[in-house]
Nanobody, 117 residues
Framework: QARLVESGGSLVQAGGSLRLSCSVS????????RAWYRQAPGKERELVAM????????TYADSVKGRFTAARDSAKNTLFLQMNSLKPEDTATYYC??????????WGQGTQVTVSS
């Protein structure tokens, strides 16, 4: 069964950068990864960035605009999140969200990003 797999999370100092990746294991085109969410301890999961392939646009949370960039490699069906100028408040588990061929949402297991001050 295909599933979304995130990688790239780590411990980094404030001001540093990380690049997250989200790929599909198994039948790599059975799920289309399209968005990044994050969830900090005690907080609700929030949208970080979403790519609309139909409109060719990317939506970002206000808190990450100008610092984070989402991109897709369509040939490899992989989603990326380049995170620059990281802040302690960016500390969270980052989740990849995708769409199955059935139209249902699918989620990865998450990757931990910790930003130290």
């Amino acid at each position: 069964q295909a599933r979304l797999v995130e990688s790239g999370g780590s411990l980094v100092q404030a001001g540093g950068s990380l690049r997250l990746s989200c790929s599909v294991s198994g039948n790599i085109f059975s799920i289309i990864p399209r968005a990044w969410y994050r969830q900090a301890p005690g907080k609700e999961r929030e949208l970080v960035a979403m790519i609309s392939t139909s409109q060719g646009t990317t939506t970002y949370a206000d808190s990450v605009k100008g610092r984070f960039t989402a991109a897709r490699d369509s040939a490899k069906n992989t989603l990326f999140l380049q995170m620059n100028s990281l802040k302690p408040e960016d500390t969270a588990t980052y989740y990849c969200q995708g769409i199955q061929a059935s139209g249902n949402n699918d989620w990865g297991q998450g990757t931990q990003v910790t930003v130290s001050s």
